[in-house]
């Protein structure tokens, strides 16, 4: 291997394989958009059970679940536009990413 290339004093096994970084609210907001799957500006829970899944989420049943206690402002079920911005603040504290 070319030593121009390779530098022995790095070990470059101990390197990060992947680097993560945290999605956008503009990112995860057009992610769970694109979960509306019957267009009707709302998620019930099982798109956002399928949005979760996209997410990497491990158990994401449960985390809709847990969207639509914290999200779900008047208690109906669904995500509605009105309730989105809650939705995004809540999947952001969870911390989802990307990889680079």
Known sequence: MDSAI??????????????LLPLS??????I??????????QLNKEELKKAFA????????????????HA???KDGFINEGEM?????YAMRVGFSITA
């Open 6 to 19: 390779f530098n022995q004093t790095v070990d470059y096994k101990k390197l990060p394989q992947k680097i």
């Open 25 to 30: 609210d503009n990112q995860l907001r057009n």
């Open 32 to 41: 769970f958009k694109k979960y509306d799957t019957n267009n009707v500006n």
């Open 54 to 69: 996209y997410l990497g989420s491990i158990i994401p049943g449960i985390r809709a679940n847990r969207t639509l206690h």
């Open 72 to 74: 779900n402002a008047n």
């Open 85 to 89: 911005d809650e939705l995004v603040k």
